[in-house]
């Protein structure tokens, strides 16, 4: 390199750096962390005590969980990664970012989607999938800042002064490409009206394409853009090569390859078709492999300077985040194998685990990041080394409480939701609630360890807030000189290393790697309904029940109620014959959910009559002693928007639900008087006869529809194939 | 023709094949990036992060 540019003095080109644009990205992260953190902890606190929305709508479970997930992912994560690609990309390539302004667009474009996400979701505006909840006109906002972030990008690819692209800008462009196609092709939907769209996908094949969405906005939101910070911050943390650049390369194209495939282990032993949940699976095992390497290639970096551990904030937070890399990404691919599955699926375990991937990963690279990036943006010294310290125990320790308090919680109640008493046959908890009251206490600890993570943010904010407060105010931007792209002499070049000199072509390959997954996963599954064995009995919902089942996803109750019977003995006992594809075809979008803090409601159609709902929706408690689910008084209130109804089944229909012209035409009249009907039987027994244009009714009516098409439950019965899923 | 690949999914040759592919494929990297006289690239490469730039 020294000869090269000793030669070519001549043809230097002075430049600097754009960084008010990383400073923008490093001040909105700390501001939406905060946030983020704060309305975990405020859900977490809401399953230890369900008073805790304090009466208000807009602070239910169901409505702020989606905001803590969306302001954790995209406005924590994403804008600390957005910090760190432009903070190290300019670095990497020699030159500044392609064009300011469209820097400047990105950054504020992305906190308006955070701002429109935060003022919707409360209001319940909400596709009901999970990660990507927001409803089609932010989603088209996203799409355009996205775009306006890869032409930046790319540009400044594209006026490079060095000519071979670095591994971590491979990661870069994994993650641009992927998290387009991800995010347009999940997107697709048939909108209603300004506020409201329907997923032109429905049941199973909804399920597969969120869950490929959901498992990859995990692989190339909150992984992908993080390595690439990984193989920049440590190197230059630690002062030392990469430990293996060999092995980065294996790691990025095994990595982006497999991950692709692994989104299926979300949606085992669901009506899923079985060859699909056994690719996933087969994928999600490979996938420790790669994880691994990549996480033995930072550790091993830092190899003769593990006593700086001690001192230097940034190595120690970046070492931590790849140790809890190392252990989430093992207990993924164990959670997939399918026998682990069956015990942890729709439990805590799977809380767990996510939070030590989010927390222990994101938020520690983060955090490792911020401490090296600050001082050196501001040009300055850390405020305090002191509260640096603080800071890492108190988010370590508060990170540990969750994750153990959650792997407790988990088993726990997997194992009561199982059990089965070997002389009667019979259920030993048969009461869903009394698994909910059991872990309760490991609520409040998980809670607890919350509320550490969060102190150990709000130190952080505040020693960065001295360091940037001490640091000189005007300093001239440093500027740097390097040999133009087109004047630099260039060796005979080859292979990969020419590859990577092609950032184009490069782009096109990480396409076709992430599509040839996608592809033979998904497109079977729509291009025919093969695998879905026909059910005649399976009708659309009635105009009202379509209101109500609007009402269910507007509450966002499929984050604590599964829609999908697994077949399996106690839970064909527990809540009726196993669910099936058919059943769900008319689905928009589908609600199998994800956890089961209450029990599943697939075949609650029935069980109960209509007062036992009203009642309950009133006061849980009144119903389920020790129910820790909410009030939702409201629906008594608010009443159904009947008008609307003609549209959404016209939509519906657009998406292939076969509603009729009649149906259609009559929505209005036939949802009034199946409301006067549902209303008859909670009139009769004293509620005022005005409850009839009120949500509760519409809701209680597809509560009521729910599983009945599929016929009677069957109770379980002990023949050779159930007893085979159950092993 | 789609339903004609659907039905291949219990045939298993073409699992077979496809296995021998992906591991051929991840053997041939391997050996390709470990060839010989490659070690002073990807020195070159890891380089990058650590250099500085010339500063005026």
């Given amino acids: 390199m020294n000869e090269k540019s000793e030669s070519q003095q001549q043809h230097l080109e002075t430049f600097s750096y754009d960084d008010d644009v990383t400073k923008l990205f490093v001040t909105a992260t700390l501001i939406w962390g905060a946030v983020a953190m704060f309305l975990g902890v405020l859900v977490a606190f809401q399953l230890a005590d369900w008073r805790l929305n304090f009466g208000i709508e807009w602070l239910t479970f169901g409505r702020l969980r989606p905001l803590h997930t969306n302001a954790a992912i995209f406005a924590f994560a994403g804008n600390g990664f957005f910090a760190g690609i432009y903070h190290s990309m300019q670095r990497l390539l020699k030159c500044r970012m392609f064009n300011d302004t469209l820097g400047r667009i990105h950054f504020w474009g992305w906190q308006l989607i955070i701002v429109c996400a935060a003022i919707t979701l409360p209001m319940g505006l909400s596709r009901s999938k999970e990660y990507a909840e927001l409803e089609w006109p932010i989603g088209i906002m996203i799409t355009i800042v996205w775009v306006v972030f890869a032409v930046n990008f790319f540009g400044t690819l594209f006026k490079r002064r060095e000519k071979h692209i670095y591994v971590a800008i491979w990661f870069y462009i994994a993650t641009i490409v992927t998290v387009a196609v991800l995010h347009i092709v999940n997107s697709l939907a048939i909108p209603v009206s300004w506020t409201k769209s329907y997923s032109i996908y429905a049941g199973v094949q909804d399920a597969l394409v969120q869950w490929w969405y959901g498992h990859n906005a995990v692989a190339f939101f909150l992984t992908t853009p993080f390595l690439g910070l990984m193989y920049y911050f440590v190197p230059k943390a630690a002062n030392r090569p990469i430990y293996s650049y060999r092995l980065s390369i294996i790691h990025f194209w095994s990595l982006v390859f497999l991950y692709i495939w692994a989104g299926p282990h979300h949606l085992l032993y669901s009506a899923l078709p079985e060859w699909v949940q056994t690719l996933g699976v087969v994928f999600s095992i490979s996938l420790w492999a790669p994880s691994w390497g990549g996480m033995i290639n930072g550790l091993l970096t830092i190899r003769g300077v593990w006593h700086r551990l001690r001192t230097d904030h940034t190595l120690k937070f970046l070492a931590t985040a790849l140790t809890f890399y190392g252990m989430s990404t093992f207990e993924g691919p164990l959670l997939s194998i399918k026998s682990v599955n069956s015990l942890a699926h729709f439990t805590s375990w799977i809380v767990g685990h996510v939070h030590s991937g989010t927390i222990g990963w994101n938020y520690f690279m983060v955090a490792g990041i911020f401490y090296y990036l600050i001082p050196y943006l501001w040009k300055t010294k850390l405020y305090s080394q002191k509260l640096g310290h603080l800071h890492f125990w108190t988010a370590t320790i508060g990170l540990l409480f969750y994750i153990v308090s959650m792997w407790v919680a988990g088993v726990t109640q997997g194992l009561m939701w199982r059990a089965i008493d070997q002389t009667t046959g019979m259920l030993v908890y048969p009461n869903f609630v009394e698994t909910v009251i059991r872990i309760v206490p490991m609520y409040w600890i998980r809670a607890f360890g919350g509320v550490l993570v969060l102190t150990s943010f709000l130190i952080m904010m505040y020693n960065f807030y001295k360091t940037i407060q001490g640091a000189p105010k005007k300093v001239k931007p440093e500027e740097f000189q390097a040999p133009a792209l087109h004047a630099q002499k260039h060796e005979a070049t080859q292979g990969h290393r020419k590859l990577e000199g092609l950032p184009a072509i490069f782009s096109v390959l990480v396409v076709i790697a992430i599509l040839v997954g996608s592809a033979i996963e998904i497109l079977p599954g729509l291009l025919s309904n093969h695998f879905i064995e026909e059910n005649p009995d399976i009708k659309p919902l009635t105009a009202l029940e379509q209101a109500g089942r609007d009402i269910y996803t507007r509450e966002g109750c499929f984050y604590c109620h599964s829609q999908m019977i697994r077949p399996m003995p106690h839970e064909t006992m527990r809540y009726g014959k196993r669910s099936t594809a058919a059943e769900y075809v008319y689905d928009h979008p589908f609600q199998w959910g994800s956890r089961r803090t209450g029990p599943d409601l697939a075949r609650i159609g029935g069980k109960y009559p209509n007062m036992w709902h009203y009642r309950h929706m009133i006061d849980p408690r009144e119903m389920t002693p020790g129910s820790i689910m909410p009030v939702y008084d409201w629906l008594i209130y608010r009443e159904i928007d009947f008008e609307i109804l003609p549209e959404k089944l016209t939509a519906l229909r657009k998406v292939g639900v076969p509603y009729s012209d009649e149906e259609i035409q009559n929505a209005v009249a036939d949802a009034k008087e199946q409301a006067e009907s549902v209303s008859y039987m909670l009139t009769e027994t004293g509620v005022d006869a005005s409850i009839q244009d009120k949500e509760i009714v519409a809701l209680i009516a597809y509560l009521q529809r729910l599983g009945v098409d599929a016929g009677e439950s069957t109770e379980f019965q002990f023949t050779e194939e159930n007893l085979e899923a159950e092993e | ?56």
Avoid: H
Wanted: glycine fraction near 4%; charge should be positive.
């Fill in chain 2, 1 to 56: 023709m789609k339903s004609e690949v659907l039905t291949q999914a219990t045939n298993l040759w073409p699992q077979i094949f496809a296995l021998f592919i992906f591991i051929a494929v991840f053997v041939g990297a391997c050996l390709w990036i470990f060839r010989k006289n490659s070690a002073k690239v990807y020195d070159e490469m890891a380089n990058i992060p650590l250099e500085k730039g010339q500063k005026r």
